[in-house]
């Protein structure tokens, strides 16, 4: 569990930035590292539950910058009806 917990960590970690789906990884890594703590591999049970709470941080961080754009585009120097636009793109595509 102490090696899952550490390689779920990092993958969690990294994909976060890309992608705000990277929940679960960053879960799994918080509790496989729980369950890695009763093992030899403690250090990497620590290290995977480390990874997974910044992870989520991470997350939170994207989620709220995302949410503060949504809410007013122009403080970031995109004109006023950018998501109108990138909606009207999507549908189009679909």
Do not use: E, H
Request: net charge neutral; with cysteine; glycine share 14%.
């Amino acid at each position: 569990f102490a090696i899952a917990a550490l390689v779920l960590g990092v993958i969690g970690l990294f994909g976060c930035i890309f992608s705000w789906l990277d929940v679960l990884p960053t879960t799994l890594a918080i509790i496989f590292g729980g369950l890695g703590l009763k093992s030899s591999g403690r250090g990497m049970a620590i290290a995977g539950i480390i990874l997974g709470v910044v992870g989520f941080i991470l997350i939170g961080i994207v989620v709220l910058f995302v949410f503060d754009v949504i809410a007013d585009p122009t403080k970031y120097g995109l004109p006023a009806n950018y998501f109108d636009y990138l909606l009207g793109v999507f549908l189009r595509l679909s």
